[in-house]
C-alpha cells in the first residue's frame, strides 16, 4: 500500500487515524513484503494478526497462509475491514482489545479451526508492545513464532543482553530473538517520532528449567521494583528472605552486593532462585 492508496481509503471510509491508539499506517510494500518473508508463514498456518488496520497487512497474510484471525478494537474500522473480511474467507475479524482475549478463547479458535500451532504477525500500536509480548511468551498455548513491528529503541532492548529489563529478560527466557531491518519513520502516514524494526522472536519454548516459574517471577519482577536501589536490597523487601541467606547466596554464585537487576542474566535468576529453594 502506498500514500495513495491509503489517502483513498481513508477518504473513501471517512477515516482519521488515531493518535491515541497509535495509528501511523504503514505506506511501504517493500517493508510489507520484508515481515512476510522473515515471518516464514506458509500455507499450512494460522496466523494471529493484532491491530489490522486498513488491512495492508493482512490481505498479504491472507494470501500466504490458511487463515488469519485478526483482533482490532477501532469499530471505525469496521466497514472497511468487514469488506475486506468478505472478500477473503480465510479471514476472521474479532472485535476485541487482544490483552483481553483469554488462553480459554484462542483455544477455542485454534479447535475452530483445527490448528495444533499459530504464528503471531503484527504492526502493533507500539505502547502495547511490553504486555503484548508478554502475554504470548507466557501464554498457555505459546505461538510458534512472533513477527512484529515495534519502536526501534524497544526491539535494540530486548536483543541486547548488556542492560536487562522485565520485557527482555520476558524473550530470552522463552525464546530467540533477532531484529530483520530498522525502519526508517518515513514509510508511515502519519510519520511518528521514532524509527521502527521489524522483530522476530523465534524457537518460543514452555518453561523447563528445573525451577518453579511463578516463584521466578516473583523474584525477578521484585529485583526491578525501585529501578534506583541495588538488587540486594529490592529483594529483602521480602520478609521471607532473610538477610544473611541472601548475602550469602550473592557470595557464592559471586554477585557484587551493589548489583542492579538490568545487569543480571537468566543463568543469574535462576542460581538465585535454585539457591533461595534449598
Known sequence: ????????????????????????????????????????????????????????????????????????????????????????????????????????????????????????????????????????VLAKQKPLSMTLMVQK?????????????????????????????IVNRDNFHPQPKVDSAILYIYDIKAWDYGVDERKTWQIIKRGFAFKRKKLFNNLLSDSSIAKDKLKKIFDDIGLDSNIRAEKLSTDDWLNIIKHLEI
Not at 515481515?35 to 499450512?44: D, F, G, L, V
Not at 494478526?49 to 469496521?78: C, F, H, M, W, Y
Not at 526491539?155 to 524473550?171: D, G, T
Open 1 to 136: 500500500m502506498n500514500i495513495d492508496e491509503l489517502q483513498f481509503l481513508l477518504k473513501k471510509y471517512h477515516l482519521t487515524p488515531n493518535k491515541i491508539r497509535g495509528q501511523n499506517f504503514l505506506v511501504s510494500d517493500e517493508v510489507l513484503e520484508d515481515i512476510i518473508s522473515s515471518s516464514k508463514i506458509s500455507k499450512q498456518d494460522l496466523i494471529l494478526e493484532v491491530g489490522p488496520g486498513l488491512g495492508a497487512l493482512t490481505q498479504k497474510l491472507t494470501t500466504n497462509s490458511r487463515q488469519v484471525v485478526a483482533l482490532e478494537i477501532d469499530k471505525n474500522l469496521q466497514e472497511l475491514l468487514s469488506t475486506l473480511a468478505k472478500l477473503n474467507k480465510n479471514l476472521e475479524i474479532i472485535w476485541q482489545d487482544i490483552l483481553s482475549l483469554t488462553d480459554e478463547q484462542w483455544q477455542e479458535l485454534l479447535n475452530k479451526y483445527q490448528a495444533k500451532d499459530y504464528k503471531i504477525v503484527a504492526n502493533i500500536p507500539y505502547y502495547l508492545t511490553g504486555k503484548f509480548v508478554r502475554k504470548f
Open 153 to 181: 529503541e524497544v526491539a535494540e532492548r530486548i536483543i541486547n543482553n548488556r542492560k536487562q529489563s522485565l520485557l527482555s529478560l520476558s524473550v530470552a527466557f522463552y525464546a530467540k530473538s533477532k531484529v530483520i531491518r
